[in-house]
Every structure is written in structure tokens, then in C-alpha cells.
């Protein structure tokens, strides 16, 4: 079974930190998305990482794709209070990949 | 242009009783996807909708659950006598095409007493 696992659960940072979350699995997966989820909204994707070993950058947030591509990160640098939401990690299922597997997700708070 | 939009935004309604809740996706969009999120559970895939297509109903978990698209279009996801486990945020997305990037709606939080 493919399963995604998220770590940390819960962040509380505060403004102008650093920070790192993780998305592990045991299984390959072709590609990972990473999302952000606001209170009362949908996901809202930010990245797709497709090769082993990428890494891309969308301003202040890292994203870096596993070598063995079983594993991603997210970075953010100098956290700001808008940076605040949760943070999801999905793939698509071997062998259907209409269905996307979905972490539980990190809940970040970053306070002013 | 306007994006997903999902109604009602919020429901609240008693055991057994069935509930219809309605999509409208992006136009031009031809897939259209259902998700369940509840706490300490993830997004759950409910059902896929790729233009003409047969549907892909495997994420239903029971048969009180069934969706249709009319049209193309819009998407209704009903749920017949509803029990309290149903309580969750129901989420709708859209795709220009499979496998494309999905855009999901603010979603309905379904409260079952």
C-alpha cells in the first residue's frame, strides 16, 4: 500500500524563521505535488517535482525532490504570518494515477 | 475568470436523512473530482469525471453515495441516508484534462447530528 507520511504534524514558528517539512514514503512514486490549504478553501497546488534530485524554488519556499524518489522536503526561509496554512503532499497511485494518495499534512502557524 | 465553486458552503442535517451537494467546475475544464477530507484522515478520492467518459466510482465507500455530472458540467454528489461518520468537508476540483492541474473549489462541510 502507498502511503505518504508527513512530519511534523503541527509547526508554531514565529516570523523570520526558518523552517523544514517532509513527505516520506516507502514506494516510489513518479512524481509528488506539494499544496497549500487555508482555513475554509481548497488545496491550492504550489509545485510539482517530477526528477530525482530536483529542486525548485518559488520565492522564498525549496522544494526538493528525493534522489531514489521515495522522499520530498519543503523549505521556507524567513517564514512570514501569510505563510500560515497547511501543508499537503500528494501523488499519483501506481497504476491509476487519476487517484492521487494524499498526506495528512503539516499544519504551520507562523506568529507575527 | 471565476473558479470552482461549491454550494452549499455549509450543511447541517439529521441522521438519515439525504443530502445533495452541488459543483460547478471551471469552464472548459472536462475532469471533474470529488474528495472527502476529515480530521486525521487526508483528502479521500470519491469519484472522477473525465468528459464523456464512463466514471471512475472506485473511492465511493458505499452505495449511499452516488454523483453525477450533467452536461459535462456540473456535478451533484448525493448521499442517501446519511450517518454521522458522513460528517467531513467535501471537496470538488477541476482539470483542463487528465492528470493536469487540479483546482479545487472551497469545498462543503457536511455536519451529520
Known amino acids: 500500500t502507498q502511503l505518504l507520511e508527513q512530519s511534523p504534524q503541527f509547526l508554531s514558528i514565529q516570523e523570520g524563521e526558518n523552517l523544514t517539512v517532509y513527505c516520506n514514503s516507502s514506494?516510489?512514486?513518479?512524481?509528488l505535488q506539494w499544496y497549500r490549504q487555508e482555513p475554509g478553501e481548497g488545496p491550492v497546488l504550489l509545485v510539482t517535482v517530477v526528477t530525482g534530485g530536483e529542486v525548485k524554488k518559488l520565492k522564498r519556499l525549496t522544494f526538493q525532490f528525493g534522489d531514489a524518489r521515495k522522499d520530498s522536503s519543503l523549505h521556507i526561509t524567513a517564514a512570514q504570518t501569510g505563510d500560515t496554512g497547511l501543508y499537503l503532499c500528494?501523488?499519483?497511485?501506481?497504476?491509476?494515477?487519476?487517484?492521487?494518495?494524499w498526506g495528512l499534512g503539516t499544519s504551520l502557524a507562523v506568529n507575527p | 475568470g471565476a473558479g470552482v465553486s461549491q454550494s452549499p458552503s455549509n450543511k447541517v442535517t439529521e441522521k438519515g436523512k439525504d443530502v445533495e451537494l452541488r459543483c460547478d467546475p471551471i469552464s472548459g475544464h472536462t475532469a471533474l473530482y470529488w474528495y472527502r477530507q476529515s480530521l486525521g484522515q487526508g483528502l479521500e478520492f470519491l469519484i472522477y469525471?473525465?468528459?464523456?467518459?464512463?466514471?471512475?466510482k472506485s473511492g465511493l465507500p458505499s452505495d449511499r453515495f452516488s454523483a453525477e455530472r450533467t452536461g459535462g458540467s456540473v456535478s451533484t454528489l448525493t448521499i442517501q441516508r446519511t450517518q454521522q461518520e458522513d460528517s467531513a468537508v467535501y471537496l470538488c476540483a477541476s482539470s483542463p484534462g487528465w492528470g493536469e492541474t487540479q483546482y479545487f473549489g472551497p469545498g462543503t462541510r457536511l455536519l451529520v447530528l
Open positions: 500528494a501523488g499519483p497511485r501506481a497504476g491509476n494515477n487519476r487517484k492521487l494518495i
Open positions: 514506494s516510489v512514486f513518479s512524481s
Open positions: 469525471f473525465q468528459g464523456n467518459s464512463a466514471p471512475d
